[in-house]
């Protein structure tokens, strides 16, 4: 007989290939009636020495699984350990971790059991105890088991916060190859019905306060990078489809990773942390300033590089859009300067109305001189040289220079 | 300069900075200093200035400022109290000072704004209540105990006290009494207590998140400084004095399971020590449970990355020890050599298939029985038996057909003189199957029949049922028509007479129907799949 802690070993390692951990984008105020609130921001409550926050309880509800995906520690080819917990187990497990400040909720997974319909109903059955019996107001986050009902999505989103579908892999050759099971028709029709009940609940919640919340933190999905030959702009190409098609609030990039019993198909070392940072630095481009994902790579050059950042590289590949002076240019302008960020972009907007802005400004805002000023112009400064610096006093400054003598505080 | 000593309230600069306003000083004619601190109180010969500013009478702050203000004034930085009041002076004739960061002023007390934001943060993150029940542990934590109260005058009157006990002796913290059985029927009086050193001087200001997390549960916060417990009752949060850090429970049953989570849920494919770092610093380990892993995990990591990859390189496969010829006669001699998994070990021989080389039908098994191993041919055992009984019912000549096994060796346990079948793992499975692939290839058969779950996983992968699509005749990658059926074993461990003669109709029916596809397929035209038996494609 397996003792929790044995289940807990097994079912919390099968599931830590799942990169989503985020705690954030619902809010929940106290019911007063159970534990649990959400302030919305999401809090990473310890870090394992692989980097990752620790935010919620992250575990199957059993590893047992009918499917065979080649790049699956839990597909039923492979020799591991099986284990399968109680609802009660993880509706125990969960409040004993959030009393003592442990966690912020729990992400619930599982492989797929009998049919998909039947592993969506257990794991619904979970969150519901833990609302309904226990009025946990912690954050849910659910799996969304592809190829469900509409029914039972409908159901999950009123108890969980989060709902995700796993989109695994950047194409449809790399699942037929990988994944004979899953179809990206399949599960994208799954992330269809979440974002079309998502909306339908959000213009209810219009019209009326007392509307039921659909998953408020939306939905997010997972894809892992490495495991196929698949290059950077067919990932960003399919999450660009994902986050236009159905709305959702993250894309998370997994590089693969080795893991016990692997498929001799899969490859046997890490793909390099960096290859996942830069996806993510490409994910943040498209969502937050404004670039598209058919600008960051070229069809020549399909992956991103894995020395400069992709920012940097599109402005060394547009020497005619700079420089830009950061007290004349848009918004749009300055978000594409290398080492500004959009935070910053915004204290510049706000600060140039009261005064123009020297390099020694943007250095106090922690601006990363070293890869912005070959691109921008301030007061006191012109790509290749610095003006404070000139020494050629008493020069008759041109009224129709990229810097205008009318424009600087100095 | 002005000197005014002020305590760790921000009430008590709001009054000093509104009176230092009043009378008009200059920020730098004033000194608020920071009373906690003795060095910033030391004597100077200077004399005590007046003000030399204009008057104001009436000033004014924003919303913003006063919030900012607010958080800043829990800094432990001696020097915020000077800080506050020269912004708040400059924002007298500078209305819009707070929107240009890049003022002096303004970025230092961003800077002390994000500190303590990051404070609390971290505070709401990695505080750790460790649950308390009843005085029944002797050892020195803090304990619940019922006690009369020394000044009511009702004899019998009696509350909780939580006991911390100190090296100055014990300080007692009155609790409000449990709540009567009724509302809370399961459990018994549980109180949660946590230890936490924050860097500035947060407590009242983190407090509130707790107690709405936490409102229904009974816990206290023990800082160095002070301490908070809530009330669940009363919903009411009451701050006292610090305690030395003995005075908190040093260990809770729970934090077993959550070092087992921890350490589960890392990758040590990814080690990545600086991230954790820059995110947990170290000065906050002291008091997480699951720090005490940490060298263990990180040790370990890179052997067991290693001894993974080991692993997968040497998963079992027959693929290296296969023929480059796909003939069936070359597969029969090469098949001895195999010894791509364990199971050749133990077995007495490998058992190839038999049957005729231009067979339109093929049979898979399982694997060799305990019959077929002694003897070297497949379906010779009792099971093989009842198989050549169907087909002999059928009329058909089992020389007209090939019959091989998904796994070539026998696998079994010893039981005294038996041999003991045993299924064969889904690994020694996906071994063989290249042998099974190549046979395919070689044969090149119409119909292929799998007996069995085994096979059928081998061929139609793992999501199919057996009982539930045995009989349909599906396309797959290997042969045009592929069906299942149950394996002859399987009908001789039938529960009842009658479950065996349903399971044998079943196997002679599908064996019946795979013959006459077969056969059917000679002339391809004659034969059509009807659309309800094709629908299972891959």
């Known amino acids: ?410 | 300069m002005h000197r005014v000593p002020l305590q760790s309230d921000f009430e008590a600069w709001r009054a000093a900075a509104r009176d230092a306003l009043h009378a008009g000083f200059r920020p730098e004619e004033l000194d608020l200093q920071d009373a906690t601190v003795p060095s910033t109180l030391a004597l100077t010969l200077d004399t005590d200035d007046v003000a030399t500013g204009a008057p104001i009478v009436r000033p004014h702050t924003s919303k913003a400022f006063l919030e900012t203000a607010a958080i800043v004034a829990v800094h432990r930085s001696p020097d915020r109290w000077n800080l506050l009041y020269r912004v708040l002076y400059r924002l007298q004739s500078e209305r819009n000072l707070l929107q240009i960061e890049t003022d002096d002023d303004v970025s230092q007390l961003v800077r002390l704004e994000a500190q303590v934001r990051r404070d609390l943060h971290k505070m709401h993150a990695f505080v750790r209540f460790r649950k308390v029940m009843e005085a029944s542990d002797p050892s020195e934590r803090p304990v619940v105990v019922d006690e009369p109260i020394p000044i009511d005058p009702d004899p019998h009157a009696h509350h909780l006290v939580l006991v911390t006990p100190t090296p100055f002796g014990e300080v007692k913290t009155e609790i409000e009494a449990c709540p009567p059985p009724v509302s809370i029927p399961d459990k018994d009086c549980e109180h949660f207590v946590a230890w936490y050193e924050p860097d500035h001087r947060i407590l009242p200001l983190a407090a509130p998140f707790f107690a709405e997390r936490f409102a229904i549960m009974r816990w206290s916060i023990l800082t160095p400084e002070a301490s908070v417990s809530w009330d669940p009752i009363a919903k009411k949060l009451i701050f006292g004095p610090g305690v030395p850090r003995e005075s908190a429970p040093a260990e809770d049953e729970l934090e077993d399971l959550w070092r087992t989570y921890y350490a589960s849920i890392f990758n040590p494919a990814r080690l990545n020590q600086e991230a954790m770092r820059s995110e947990m610093p170290v000065r906050y380990w002291k008091n997480l449970p699951e720090v005490a892993l940490l060298p263990a995990l990180i040790g370990g990591a890179q052997t067991r990355v290693a001894a993974m990859v080991k692993r997968q390189q040497q998963q079992p496969t027959a693929e290296p020890f296969l023929p480059a010829q796909r003939s069936l006669p070359a597969l029969r001699d090469a098949l001895p050599s195999c010894k791509g998994c364990e199971l050749y070990c133990h077995a007495t021989q490998v058992v190839p298939g038999v049957g005729a080389s231009n067979s339109p039908l093929m049979l898979v098994g399982e694997q060799p029985g305990d019959q077929e191993d002694v003897q070297g041919l497949p379906f010779v055992g009792p099971a093989g038996k009842l198989l050549h009984k169907a087909l002999a019912e059928l009329n058909i000549d089992p020389a007209s057909i090939y019959m091989t096994n998904a796994v070539k060796h026998f696998k079994f346990i010893r039981r005294g003189k038996i041999r003991l079948h045993q299924s064969p793992r889904m690994s020694e499975i996906t071994a063989c199957k290249p042998w099974l692939l190549a046979e395919i290839e070689a044969l090149r058969p119409r119909v292929i029949l799998c007996l069995g779950a085994t096979a059928s996983k081998s061929l139609l992968g793992g999501t199919f049922a057996l009982m539930r699509d045995r009989g349909k005749i599906l396309a797959t990658p290997h042969a045009e028509r592929v069906l299942a059926t149950v394996h002859p074993s399987a009908v001789l461990r039938g529960r009842d007479q009658q479950s065996i003669e349903q399971l044998y109709q079943f196997l002679k029916d599908d064996l019946a129907l795979a013959w006459k596809s077969a056969q059917a397929t000679a002339s391809p035209a004659s034969f059509l799949v009807s659309p309800a038996q094709s629908s299972y494609s891959r």
């Open chain 1, 1 to 410: 007989m397996m003792t929790t802690q044995d289940k807990l070993a097994i079912l919390a390692d099968a599931a830590k290939y799942d990169a989503s951990c985020a705690s954030s984008g619902a809010k929940r105020a106290g019911n007063g009636e159970g534990i649990g609130h959400s302030d919305g921001m999401g809090i990473c409550h310890s870090y394992t020495p692989d980097g990752r926050c620790v935010s919620l309880l992250k575990i199957l509800l059993t590893n047992f699984c009918t499917y065979d995906c080649v790049f699956c520690v839990n597909r039923v080819s492979s020799d591991i350990r099986r284990a399968r917990f109680t609802p009660e187990e993880v509706v125990n497990l969960t409040l004993d971790f959030y009393k003592r400040n442990y966690i912020e909720g729990l992400f619930l997974s599982s492989g797929i059991i009998r049919s998909p319909d039947y592993t969506m109903e257990q794991l619904i059955s979970v969150a519901k105890q833990l609302r309904k019996v226990h009025k946990f107001g912690g954050y849910i986050h659910l799996k969304a088991i592809p190829g469900c009902s509409q029914t039972l999505i409908d159901e999950a989103g009123l108890v969980a916060d989060r709902l995700s579908a796993n989109i695994e892999l950047p194409t449809q050759q790399d699942l037929v190859q990988l994944a004979p099971e899953k179809k990206s028709v399949v599960i994208e029709s799954t992330m269809s019905q979440i974002a079309l009940r998502k909306d339908e609940a959000d213009e209810d919640r219009r019209r009326s306060k007392l509307a039921p919340k659909f998953a408020a933190a939306g939905q997010s999905t997972q894809m892992v990078v490495g495991a196929t030959p698949a290059n950077d702009r067919q990932i960003l190409t399919t999450a660009t489809h994902l986050y236009g098609q159905y709305k959702l609030r993250r894309i998370y990039y997994t590089g693969f990773s080795p893991y016990p019993e692997a498929d001799t198909r899969l490859p046997l070392a890490a793909t390099p942390r960096i290859r996942e940072h830069r996806l993510y630095q490409s994910d943040w481009l498209m969502r937050f300033y404004g670039f598209e994902a058919s600008e960051l790579t070229t069809p020549e050059a399909p992956d991103l590089s894995l020395t400069e950042d992709p920012k940097t590289v599109w402005a060394k590949g547009h020497p005619e859009f700079f420089p830009v002076d950061v007290n004349a240019a848009p918004r749009e302008s300055l978000l594409r300067v290398p080492g500004i960020g959009y935070r910053n972009v915004e204290r510049i907007l706000s600060i140039r109305r009261y005064h123009a802005l020297l390099v020694d400004d943007l250095k106090k805002l922690h601006v990363r001189l070293k890869q912005a000023l070959p691109f921008l112009i301030a007061v006191d400064h012109l790509p290749g040289r610095t003006l404070a610096q000139d020494s050629q006093p008493g020069l008759q400054l041109d009224l129709f220079a990229p810097i205008s003598a009318l424009t600087g505080s100095i």
